[in-house]
């Protein structure tokens, strides 16, 4: 992990800080835009699910119809009944899929919402901290090296946060990359199998 070099100069963190904390905000918006077009797909997905599973009902319910009076129907008929209420079933369990996979990336860009939250608070904390009039960090009376011994591990647990946080989301949309890909083969397979 990078941190804030020891050789840093005392003068350099509030404004290091604060350059942080706007970044960290502009992150902040990111997820907020992100968690918003999320709750879009998840209730236009919500909807569709709702249409899939009355076209299951009615295929599964066609299909009842055509296994009580087989003689009645063609063979065609019959292996379209059967083809439509799969097709239908598994319309349905892919959309089910898919928002319980949206719904996974809401939680986990909640949290990221919130720990970002927590290190905007932290890294704020620090940037109000440093009222000195040479741009010091000021603090309980310490000698100068016992302030700039301190003023460093506080900056550098902020900075490791924000590093472990910016990791944590580059995971995510790893993870929300190959989700979807594994989505998109899924998709293609039960496409050709229908075919």
Request: hydrophobic share 35%; net charge negative; proline share 3%.
């Amino acid at each position: 992990m990078t941190g804030m070099p020891d050789n840093t100069p005392l003068t350099e963190s509030p404004s290091r800080l604060s350059s942080m904390v706007e970044d960290l905000r502009r992150k902040r918006l990111d997820l907020e835009e992100q968690r918003k077009e999320l709750a879009m797909l998840v209730k236009q997905t919500a909807s569709e699910i709702d249409r899939v599973s009355q076209r299951a009902r009615d295929a599964t319910a066609q299909l009842r119809q055509v296994e009580s009076n087989l003689e009645g129907y063609s063979r065609a008929d019959v292996k379209r009944s059967y083809s439509a209420s799969q097709e239908a079933q598994m319309r349905q369990f892919m959309m089910q899929s898919q928002v319980e996979q949206l719904r996974n990336r809401q939680n986990s860009l909640d949290s990221s919402e919130e720990l970002l939250r927590q290190l905007i608070d932290a890294a704020e904390e620090m940037v109000a901290a440093a009222d000195g009039p040479d741009g010091t960090i000021v603090t309980a009376p310490m000698s100068k090296s016992e302030q700039s011994a301190h003023s460093r591990e506080a900056a550098q647990a902020i900075f490791n946060s924000v590093e472990l946080a910016q990791h944590r989301v580059s995971r995510q949309l790893q993870d929300e990359t190959a989700q979807a890909i594994s989505d998109l083969i899924l998709r293609a397979e039960v496409c050709e199998r229908l075919v």
